[in-house]
């Protein structure tokens, strides 16, 4: 049974799993980076993401969707950094098992924007749980929310 | 001007906010129930909205989106019961300033399941913030998740 | 070497905990219960615990430090409950490296009263992480704070 | 009724509530920095602050609550610079009623060293509430614990 280096997947999984994801396709999320050094995605402002029609601003559900997902790429991709060579199968399994434990969000200033960027970066990096701090901007730097994550990982 | 009393409101706002915020309708909440002591919000599974699909089961956004929108709902009963008076439109723009301040969600147990249900109450209520508590089952009463959200009211 | 079964070692080891953490001697924290189905811990109020001397209410530190225990002793009555016989030495060891992931706690009135009890529940039992919610009321019952804790216990 | 500038008090009424808050004694909390910029308090490691005595490091409740002191510091600082002149006694009363909403704790690294430093710094501020995020390091740099607080401030 051939085995994979689980750190030259990164790419791979990513898309996989940004593809493989129906919910990340309703919110439009793009995978920019993916790294055990930090993860950036990002969506564009469209109708459907409405929470509070009257002032157009994104959901709340949205930016917590944004940042959960932010904040599980990077705990993988250092989760997959740190696996030995395995096959590839199990390599998915132990993905598929990865899950959030907590989610904390702190909502800064109204959703308002064209474009979103949520960019995350690991605080506690454990071989069992591992914690993400996450943050998500729009396209003129506005600081629209705060987002802390606890992951299982392994 | 003709004043309405805001807590005889509280059907009608309750489905102007539901109808009108479309990720609200991305995740097909019904609000079932939107009183001062309590709320209940409820939700049909649905293809879109899956996160990990080896596992089918619901993304945690998902289930994030669904336990604040059913502690903003709980906030939101009891804030209009707790105004007086007012014309109409001053109503609704008190409505349109409240906001999530801060989320927590733990995530208890796989999102499987049919129907999922979305009950919440009050444990602080103030005038300026209120904080809610709110939990997730499915049909067979499985405990998928816990929140607690930390809302501006006035 | 003798096998001990760590479930019948509770009432030892919540009382080696108890006495042998110094900070929970002077928050004057007493563990009355320390089961998997829940804990309980008490205190008295004195003046030392005071935050806001002109309201004469304890320290928000004191709450979350009592709310904290309360969380990792049912944690760690549950973990305990799980664990296959072991020398006393290997148990004492894996409670050594137990400890908290992270704690939210949400302050619902001033901490007034004389004598405060700390309740706590697990919501999530794992074999390596376990979530549990505390609860803090004073002698009528009034209820002051609520917590959730996240524990690495395996 | 003489007035005062509340920003030109923000000294005195540190040295006032440091030294008035029992607890924060207990702790040996010294308020090093206390401004609307941020927040700095300093204190020493002794024996009653251990939680652990086995691995000799400082009890989760010390931690958490020389956070939550520094986030009340720096919202307190930011509260007094935003108010317009005011009788002494008013200042006080309303200083008075600021209150801890919330708290988030993320424990990173075990609690040991000599000097622990809490720093402070306001990641939404507002008229009625304020949230700032926290941070202790011990004298090696050793980034021990993050901390969010949600806090009412008018």
């Known amino acids: 049974m051939s085995l ?5 997947m990164i790419h791979e999984v990513a898309e996989l799993f940004h593809n493989g994801m129906p919910f990340d396709k309703v919110i439009g999320l793009r995978v920019e980076r993916c790294e055990p050094e930090g993860a950036t995605l990002s969506f564009d402002a469209k109708p459907e993401l409405i929470g ?3 002032h157009q601003i994104l959901h709340g559900g ?3 969707t944004a940042l959960d997902v932010a904040g599980a790429a990077v705990t993988f991709a250092a989760a997959l950094n740190r696996m030995p060579e395995m096959p590839k199968q199990e390599m ?8 959030t434990i907590d989610l904390r969000i702190d909502y800064l200033r109204p959703g308002r924007g064209q474009v979103f960027t949520a960019t995350s970066h690991i605080i506690r990096a454990g071989s069992k749980v591992a914690v993400a701090r996450m943050e998500l901007h ?3 730097g506005t600081h629209i929310a ?9």
């Open 4 to 8: 994979v280096k689980p750190s030259t």
């Open 52 to 54: 509070n029609p009257i």
């Open 62 to 64: 949205v930016i917590s």
């Open 92 to 99: 998915y399994d132990r993905l598929g098992r990865m899950s």
């Open 138 to 140: 729009n396209e003129d």
């Open 146 to 154: 705060f987002g802390t994550g606890t992951y299982m990982v392994g």
